[in-house]
Structure formats: structure tokens, C-alpha cells
């Protein structure tokens, strides 16, 4: 079999990793032309093609994820070898793959795997984001030790994995100062046609919040629905309505965003979930986690 050539497995990963030939073109320093003639090598020799085209738009191809997941383990492997290169001690690393599905709140993922960074060991924390399908995936072939989400595992599921309740929070709801003291007075009702910042309906959140409006009579106006609840506090910060987060992280929302508390709704309870390829956790980092959230 022909060696693999590793600047073409390198063109390859920064353009999948950048998004587009042309931003891979200015980090690697090669124009557009150059890279995409390498690419186009690269696929003749192995074989399969790398990305979906449709237009001027690249889409990894299925043989393409699997490749740069590949890649991305090459390539960190290397810049560890050239850590220890430079400063001439090896360093034992233990990498920690996570995948934190694309609805939960930054802020709490950061706060549940900040206590993997601060062990002994020496742990290198590798974060990925995705829909819970494809994450699931990854961790069916090993590519992840856990997954952080807020769906439990459906019962006769394809993958064998475990679900591991970490948490729940109830809801608060938030507004900008100059707003919030009117949306105090005799919430939720105050909430009624008021313009309203959604979580996107693949949230579990969302359908439990939609349930309680509907049980206190509460119909507001959605005005914008999300994906990513950090770009919804974005939007609630700068008024353009209500939005709602986990309880748990009230006080970092209030003192980051600069909104204030409207109310809560502690009977909407969200969980939240570690999925893992084990029943009985093992991984030092995963069960230090698991040891530090608050019961």
C-alpha cells in the first residue's frame, strides 16, 4: 500500500477544521488553487471522497468525518511530541474526550468538566459538539469517553451505553433592567404577548416550559428560537425579549449578561445527563466529575 502522504491528510484537516478552502488558505499560507490540487490527490490515492460538493460548498463526507476524527488524533499527538521536543520533559497525558450536545448551556458544561483540569493527573480535555445521534455515534466506535446531555438514552437503543443522571434545575427567567421590574409584578401572567426568547424545539427543555406557560395560562410572543442558548442570552441582553436558564446557573447569567431575575419556575424541572460506554464508570476524570457535582 502507497504511504500515506501527511501534508495532504494535514490540507485536508485544516480545511475541514476551517470550514472552507479559503480560510484553511490563509492558515496554511497556499492559495485556494494549491489546496484544493492536494486534495484532489489525496482522495485519488486513498480512494474515497473526502467531502460532499454542492457548489462552492464542502460537506465532510461520511468516510470524511471519520477521516478527520482520525486526523485530529494524528495531528494532537503531534503537537505533544513537539511540546516534549521543546521543553524536554515528557508529560503522561490522559486525554478525555467529551461531546456536549449542542443545547446545553456552555456555562454548566464548563462548570461540570472544570473538575477534570484540576486533578493530579495530567488530563488534556477535548470538547465536541453535535446533535445527540451523531455524538452518539462517535461514542459507539470510541471516539468519546462520555456525553453530556439532556436526553436519557432511549430504551432499545442501537448503541450500548449508560445513562447517569448528573443534575436537574428548575427554570429562571430573566430580563434587561430597564424591563424586568415590569415583568416581576404578577408573573408569570405578566409574560402574556410579551416578546419571548425560545429554545428550538429538539430542547427537552423546551416542551416542559411549553407545558407550563400552557398550565398557567401564560401565552407569550416567540420572537426568536435557539439552538445555542449562549447566543440566546446575547439576544435577551441586549432586549429583545424573556429568556429562560437553568437555576443552577442564575448567578453567573445575572452577573455575565447584566439581566435580572423575573421569576422561576422550580416545577419545570430540566435533568441532565452523563451518557457513558460504561455502567460502572472507570475513566479518573469522568468519575471525578461525577464526585464533585453538589447532591
Known amino acids: 500500500m502507497t504511504p500515506l502522504n501527511y501534508n495532504h491528510l494535514y490540507y485536508f484537516f485544516t480545511v475541514a477544521r476551517e470550514g472552507s478552502i479559503a480560510k484553511a488558505s490563509g492558515s496554511l499560507h497556499l492559495t485556494p488553487q494549491t489546496i484544493s490540487g492536494q486534495i484532489t490527490k489525496f482522495e485519488a490515492q486513498i480512494g474515497v471522497n473526502l467531502f460532499d460538493r454542492t457548489g462552492k460548498t464542502l460537506q465532510l463526507s461520511e468516510m470524511g468525518h471519520l477521516i478527520y476524527s482520525h486526523a ?13 521536543l521543546k521543553t524536554q520533559r515528557p508529560i503522561s497525558w490522559q486525554t478525555l474526550s467529551v461531546g456536549i450536545t449542542d443545547v446545553i448551556p ?3 458544561a464548563h462548570q461540570l468538566l472544570k473538575p477534570a483540569l484540576k486533578m493530579s493527573e495530567s488530563i488534556r480535555l477535548v470538547c465536541h459538539e453535535g446533535d445527540q445521534i451523531s455524538l452518539l455515534a462517535s461514542l459507539a466506535v470510541n471516539k468519546l469517553d462520555l456525553i453530556i446531555t439532556d436526553q ?3 430504551p432499545g437503543g442501537h448503541v450500548k451505553a449508560y445513562t447517569h443522571q448528573i443534575a436537574e434545575s428548575g427554570l429562571t427567567f430573566f430580563a434587561t433592567k430597564e424591563k424586568a421590574a415590569g415583568y416581576r ?5 405578566s409574560l402574556s404577548s410579551q416578546p419571548f426568547l425560545m429554545q428550538s424545539k429538539k430542547s427537552v427543555v423546551r416542551q416542559r416550559l411549553m407545558m407550563w406557560l400552557d398550565k398557567e395560562g401564560v401565552t407569550p410572543t416567540i420572537v426568536a428560537e435557539f439552538d445555542d442558548s449562549a447566543l440566546m442570552k446575547s439576544f435577551g441582553q441586549e432586549g429583545y425579549g ?10 453567573y447569567i445575572a452577573s455575565q449578561y447584566g439581566v435580572e431575575i423575573i421569576g422561576r419556575a422550580e ?10 460506554p460504561e455502567r460502572k464508570i472507570k475513566h479518573p476524570a469522568v468519575v471525578e466529575i461525577v464526585n464533585s457535582i453538589p447532591r
Open 267 to 276: 416545577e419545570c424541572i430540566d435533568r441532565y445527563y452523563i451518557i457513558s
Open 152 to 154: 436519557p438514552l432511549e
Open 106 to 108: 456552555k456555562v454548566l
Open 72 to 84: 485530529e488524533e494524528i495531528f494532537q499527538l503531534g503537537d505533544e511530541l513537539s511540546n516534549v
Open 242 to 251: 424573556v429568556f429562560s436558564v437553568p437555576t443552577i446557573i442564575e448567578k
Open 185 to 189: 409584578k404578577g408573573f408569570p401572567q
